[in-house]
């Protein structure tokens, strides 16, 4: 999945979103014969979007598996391993959910796009300096990069408040409110967050709350996640 609004605010031309067949991250869908149809839903992308952002770049590619242990496909031991089956590229919009059909050489088919408007405006955008400085309340968060590809660094952005020693949990939480990480730490020392949720799973972009209580009162900032 890529991002046109992403490539002209920051200049990131990488997929903002991705699953591929290293690692076995992307599903095996089994056929049994040339020309069989089969319909599954599987999300490709359920991150938020930029407030500019009107549509999203999705690359289909397909492979025949042959040879792969991850996969548990032990057909043949010649290689090449993978068969490509060719790609294609499909423009979605972000507003209205909509169907598009694509083909590649050897297959096709049809995407479905929804589309969810998220009761969070006052959350959605992110300066582009960074890092960044919260100023929600008690000299709030230093949040550094940001936006962040994985790991941030939370700090207090005034660090003369810190009292070292000082021992705090640094809360994140998603649009909605759910608390997806808590991290404890040094307040004096900062706190690191990798972009994984409490079972170290990878969270999807999007704009995440950080909360961290120390003793002096609570303070606040966001960073924006992206892939």
Known sequence: MYSEAAERRWGITDPIAAYVKEGAAIPLRRYRANGENQLFAWDLFDGLVLPEETTLRVELRGAEVDNDPRYGVYETLTTPSYDNLGGASVTVSTRTPGTYTFAAADW???????????????????PAASPIASTSAAGGLAISPNPSRGSVRVALAAPALATPGERAVLEIADPSGRVVRRI????????????????????PPGVYLHRLATRDGVRYGKSCLIR
């Open 108 to 126: 096709s088919g049809t995407l479905s796009v929804q589309v969810f408007d998220y009761a969070f405006p006052a959350l959605v955008g992110v």
């Open 184 to 203: 404890a730490g040094d307040v004096a020392h900062g706190f690191v967050w990798d972009g994984r949720d409490g079972s170290g799973r990878g969270l």
